[in-house]
C-alpha cells in the first residue's frame, strides 16, 4: 500500500476544525486538553494525535502574525496621531502579548490539522517504512556514492 492510494483529505477543512481547537478527523473532539497540552487523541472518533510534530512552527507563524499587526497598527498611528509616548509604550507590549495568547492555541491546531491532512510524521500510516531512509549513520553518503561508482 502507497501512501497516495489512501483517501484524500482535506487541508483547509482539517486546518479550519483545528484552528477552531477540534479535532481534524471529525470536527467534534477537543483538540487540547489544555492550554498548548495536545490530547493523545480524539474522545469522539479515536483519531490518534500522537503523530503531530507542531515543535516550534506555531510559535513562528505566530509571532509572524503578530508582528505584521502590532508593527502596521504602530506605524499607522504613529504617522496619523500625536500620542504621547507612555501610550505607545503601554499599548504595543499589551496587544503582543495579547495577540500572542489568542492566536497561539489555534495556529497550533491548524498547523496539526494541516501534518493530518497530509499525513506527515506519525499520521502517516507508513511512517516507520518512509522514515527508514532518513536514520543514516555518518558516512553512509560517501558510501552510498562510492557503491554507486563515483569518486
Ligand atoms: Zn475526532
Redesign the pocket.
Known sequence: MDTQELEKRSIGQAMWRGFKCR?P?????HLFGRFLKVMPA??????SFEGQRADDLPPYITITIVAHIVVGLNLSIERASDWPLWWHMTLWPALTIVLTLLLIQPVKGATIGYQWAMRMHGFDPLGDVHDAGLHTRPGDGVRALNNAGVK
Open positions: 479535532c478527523n471529525c470536527g467534534d473532539g480524539c474522545s469522539e472518533c479515536g483519531q
